[in-house]
Nanobody, 116 residues
Framework: QVQLVESGGGLVPPGGSLRLPCAASTNYFSLYTMAWYRQAPGKQRELVATISSSGNTNYADSVKGRFTISRDNAKKTVLLQMDSLKPEDTAVYYC??????????WGKGTQVTVSS
């Protein structure tokens, strides 16, 4: 059983920045692709960014050039650095891991609100 714990959310004005860490409990963290998703009110959950075990990254078009995903395998943590935030980035942000058996693990999420 893997536990994922997100933190770092909050209220930030447009153009501001936030950094979201996600701590994982698995000792096999370095082997897994990690992902960040988000879900805005009334909308479906959407993929924001992924980072593979080798460090390859992918981003949704809506966040390219503004968000950066990274990982610290020693700390079993994946980070989402969010810059130039826009009101449309307001959502609950979730950390995700899929293990070797195809089982999805999710954190409880952290709220990000971009508003003046």
């Amino acid at each position: 059983q893997v536990q994922l714990v997100e933190s770092g959310g909050g209220l930030v004005p447009p153009g501001g920045s936030l950094r979201l860490p996600c701590a994982a409990s698995t000792n096999y963290f370095s082997l897994y692709t990690m992902a960040w998703y988000r879900q805005a009110p009334g909308k479906q959950r959407e993929l924001v960014a992924t980072i593979s075990s080798s460090g390859n990254t992918n981003y949704a078009d809506s966040v390219k050039g503004r968000f950066t995903i990274s990982r610290d395998n020693a700390k079993k943590t994946v980070l989402l650095q969010m810059d130039s935030l826009k009101p449309e980035d307001t959502a609950v942000y979730y950390c995700n891991l899929v293990d070797d058996f195809g089982i999805d693990y999710w954190g409880k999420g952290t709220q990000v609100t971009v508003s003046s």
